[in-house]
């Protein structure tokens, strides 16, 4: 067995791992209400059943990232696939940093089923060893990536304790018009996670069926003299294409439901690489996203904040609050190194320039400006409880779409790493 075989297998052992520990993290917090013995000490007992558990699979994680370090011989955050599956590395990391000071298992009910999304996210791109663009090929990618990715992980740990404060403190049973507004917002935040989880599904379900499809399509290009060039280019479906990409031909497509031709074609503004494959991915995934969240409310009989708000009781919302500031505030400081200083050092011996107003580097500036507003509302304004709460959600959204948005709409200099 090659040392990348090795890698893969402790990977999805790491996988395996996540979701046991999501398990016994739910067994922990939701089954101390039929528990016959005291609930404190069966939330105890099984939270660190739960944090152990959660504890092999970052080990595995970690051994699966050196390993295939190792084995290709290069960082393994060169591609979409490698860079996710550190992310959520790198959430577990902060997880477990941020569980060993607050000891509240409640806390892993959250960041695991987030790492795990993440994580089968990665999974639909390519997972072979991609060759480095000469770009690529720096010290400072490696200090760059893996310390923006640390601080987004943090960010990732404050959202997911601002979710919980605002799932906490949202009465589901108040009938009035400001109440119904927060249930509408935290109700669309969960909605929004089950379009992801959706996407997953989709993904894998038309990988496991073999579909396929083929596109032929026109580009002009234009050079440093300003001469105009046209090339072809091939794109390959694996989802149903709803979506054709733009100026584009069929080669070959396999009909589903009776849809033998794509049904539209996407927008010319959208110019990012495989930007009408990833239109096609995301229609895709608000389909099945809507469709097992109209699942989901259908077996419950009610909205899913209200079906979580329970398991909610007896926790401190001020702790909540308290373990979302400073997930935050520790990440801060790592992304404005990661992000931003690194950034520029290696845009700079990348490309000869500190800042070029490229979308990736627009979207992280945007993302730290938004935390730094943050921190400053939190400390200057006295901004706590449900604004805290609801910024701290809102800046991983825009997290979120640095990462994968800009790749899908606009072009740049980083749009390598959407394929």
Known sequence: MSLLD???????AAFFLYCFAFLFYMIAIAGKKWSNRDPQKHEKKWGKIAFFVSSLGLAAHLTFFFTRWIGSGQIPTSNMYEFMTFLGM?????YTIVFLIYRKPILGMFALPLTVIIIAYASVFPQEVQPLIPALSSIWLKVHVTTAALGEAFFAVGFAAGLMYLLRVTDFNDKGKRARKAQFWVEFTLYAITVIIGFIIVVFAFRAAGYEADFTREKALVDDKGVVQTIVEDEHYTLPPIVKPYNSEVVAMQPFLGMEQPLF???????????GRKLNTVIWSIIAGTILYGLLRLAFRKRLGAVIHPFMDGIDPDDLDEISYRAIAIGFPIFTLGGLIFAMIWAEIAWGRFWGWDPKEVWALITWLFYSAYLHFRLSRGWQGRPSAWLAVIGFV???????GVNLIIAGL??????
């Not at 790198?90 to 902060?94: E, G, L, T």
């Not at 074609?265 to 930007?275: F, I, Y």
């Open 6 to 12: 090795f890698s893969s297998d402790v990977f999805l």
């Open 90 to 94: 790198a959430i577990m990391i902060a």
């Open 265 to 275: 074609q996407a927008p010319d503004w959208m110019n990012g690489v495989s930007a």
């Open 398 to 404: 825009i997290v979120l779409f640095t990462l994968i």
């Open 414 to 419: 980083h749009s390598y790493a959407g394929v």
